[in-house]
């Protein structure tokens, strides 16, 4: 008998270019979803969101569920709980992450995702880099700036300000050297600039194993309110495995007993020049699907989500993606189909300006 997975998106409250890349991962796990033959899909919209998906390609295995204004807690309270597995796709964003996961277990769905410990503490930058400092994975230099207060002259720059539950380069700006930073209405965590490469790498996550997927170098917009618009999966096989590596290490800091990661958790960090990693920091961790979905999901001839799932059970991993030795540059392009398009390429090319 299939397994039926409800995916949810949230997007509604949200800045348009998180609504963007949350759109384009939902199209890409359901597009990946259908790869399964034991699966099939509940996918809950708004009703203002296109259905991401080609016309007359698995509409027998996939329902829509559109959710009027006002009643998106419900429904998802409600297909959760008919569900074999809930997928959430939603931003950390003012506790909207933590809240819908907490909900969809509430009404008895199976999320996969980590646990509310975990999420709670991933979502806010501030404490995730001391607890990371904590456990020995370094992290940039930074303090906290309290909501009304001014960077301190003597703070290096150029520096990095972030708002402590934003994702997606909502809130984010990056200080020349010589600029002020204008007072917030709401506390920040400021940080050193760090030069090098720009990576994440996603891992799944379960109750036996965590497997640290590909790295994907993270392609940015200039100037000082940054975008993300795509990944490369070119990274040449030293600092592919220091990536891999420096993952790993930073999930097993947050854990604690109390505290699970579990499904699809993203690492971002920075690598630095040197081969031996002492210039490479953490940056953040994401307690949830990310865009890196777009462009991964795409390696392999069978379902990434599907495998997910598996690990998220306690099952055995088994995804012939980690092995065809396939790579390439994806943009999220929020389309009306709401994938991501991927161009493929050789094995360590030249990275994308």
């Not at 203002?48 to 959710?67: C, E, Q, S, Y």
């Not at 953490?282 to 690990?311: C, H, K, W």
């Amino acid at each position: 008998m299939p397994e039926a997975a409800a995916l949810f998106g949230e997007t509604g409250g949200v800045p348009a270019g998180l609504a963007v890349e949350g759109r384009s991962m939902l199209g890409a796990l359901l597009h990946d979803g259908l790869r399964a033959d034991d699966l099939e899909l509940t996918l809950l919209l708004e009703d203002a969101v296109d259905v991401p998906l080609t016309p007359g390609i698995g509409h027998g295995r996939v329902t829509v569920i559109r959710v009027p204004d006002g009643e998106e807690r419900h429904c998802l309270a409600e297909a959760a709980a008919a569900a074999d597995w809930t997928v959430v796709v939603a931003p950390e964003t003012n506790g909207i992450l933590a809240d819908r996961v907490a909900l969809a277990r509430a009404a008895g769905g199976r999320v996969a995702g980590a646990d509310g410990p975990f999420i709670t503490l991933a979502a806010d930058k501030q404490a995730t880099a001391l607890a990371l400092a904590a456990a020995g994975v370094a992290v940039p230099a930074g303090v906290l700036l309290p909501a009304g207060a001014r960077l301190p002259v003597a703070f290096r720059r150029p520096a990095v300000a972030k708002a402590l539950d934003r994702c997606g380069g909502d809130g984010l700006v990056v200080l020349p050297r010589g600029a002020d930073l204008p007072p917030a209405p709401l506390p920040r965590r400021v940080e050193a600039f760090v030069a090098g490469t720009p990576v994440g790498v996603s891992c799944l996550c379960g109750p036996t194993e965590t497997i640290v997927l590909p790295p994907v170098r993270q392609r940015f917009s200039k100037g000082i309110h940054p975008g993300y618009f795509g990944g490369d999966l070119r990274l040449k096989s030293l600092p592919r495995n220091r990536a891999m590596a420096l993952a790993r290490r930073a999930i097993r800091g947050l854990e604690s007993p109390s505290r699970r990661a579990r499904g699809w958790v993203g690492v971002d960090m920075i690598l630095g020049d040197r081969e031996d990693g002492v210039d490479d920091r953490v940056l953040e961790i994401n307690p949830r699907m990310t865009t890196s979905f777009v462009g991964l999901s795409t390696l392999g001839t069978a379902s990434l989500l599907r495998a997910m799932l598996a690990v998220v059970a306690g099952g055995p991993f088994i995804w012939p993606g980690m092995e065809t030795g396939r790579d390439g540059v994806f943009t999220v392009d929020g389309g009306p189909v709401g994938r991501g398009d991927v161009e493929h390429g050789g094995s360590d090319g030249p990275p994308v300006p």
